[in-house]
T-cell receptor, first 116, second 115 residues
Framework: GAVVSQHPSWVICKSGTSVKIECRSL??????MFWYRQFPKQSLMLMAT?????????EQGVEKDKFLINHASLTLSTLTVTSAHPEDSSFYIC????????????FGDGTRLSIL | GENVEQHPSTLSVQEGDSAVIKCTYS??????FPWYKQELGKRPQLIID?????GEKKDQRIAVTLNKTAKHFSLHITETQPEDSAVYFC??????????????FGQGTTLQVKP
């Protein structure tokens, strides 16, 4: 079945550091990928829609200069948390839709980000 | 904007009993409704989904019903087992090309199945 690979799975770093998270569709092409954030015991909150070859669409309240998204190919989207602070600590999950359409979204394993 | 409400937030049942989780959505253009199971620290796993052209779908012990008029859909798990214990999320989305297919999630239901 369709697989989405997300890397890294864990990141612990100092405040002020920028962190890049990769999301890859391994056996299908995805013009659209999605980035979610999940705080403990809460739901998945959509941060942005990543569009291959164009700018990402951010949800209301999400700072685009803080969370940089690049979707340079049909199989890779990256999320960079710039100048991360402790309040950015969370579980970040990506998902991807198959280009062929009418397919369910497939989620990556998520990245646990801890900012000290 | 789009909103999905999910109830209850916690549900405790005895093994073998049925569990029902309900969701309502606000965007009448939504036409795809998946349900995900998430275990602690892991990715959400799709367990069943339904599209707006059907009212009910079943897969072994799991079923989903959809009422488009009322804009609500429900997950039914029969003969629950301890391994069904997890957090369940409903979601709603529209369809491309007019919609990106982004999912709006409900708040989640923590299901506990007692042996």
């Amino acid at each position: 079945g369709a697989v989405v690979s997300q890397h890294p799975s864990w990141v612990i770093c100092k405040s002020g550091t920028s962190v890049k998270i990769e999301c890859r569709s391994l056996d299908f092409q995805a013009t659209t990928m999605f980035w979610y954030r999940q705080f403990p015991k809460q739901s998945l909150m959509l941060m942005a829609t990543s569009n291959e070859g164009s700018k990402a669409t951010y949800e209301q309240g999400v700072e685009k200069d803080k969370f940089l998204i690049n979707h340079a190919s049909l199989t890779l989207s990256t999320l960079t948390v710039t100048s991360a602070h402790p309040e950015d600590s969370s579980f970040y999950i990506c998902s991807a839709r198959d280009l062929r359409g009418n397919q369910p979204q497939h989620f990556g394993d998520g990245t646990r980000l801890s900012i000290l | 904007g789009e909103n999905v409400e999910q109830h209850p937030s916690t549900l405790s049942v005895q093994e073998g009993d049925s569990a029902v989780i309900k969701c309502t959505y606000s965007d009448s253009a939504s036409n795809y409704f998946p349900w995900y199971k998430q275990e602690l620290g892991k990715r959400p796993q799709l367990i069943i989904d339904i599209r707006s052209n059907v009212g009910e779908k079943k897969d072994q012990r799991i079923a989903v019903t959809l009422n488009k008029t009322a804009k609500h859909f429900s997950l039914h798990i029969t003969e629950t087992q301890p391994e069904d214990s997890a957090v369940y999320f409903c979601a709603a989305s529209g369809a491309p090309p007019g919609n990106t297919g982004k999912l709006i999630f409900g708040q989640g239901t923590t299901l506990q199945v007692k042996p």
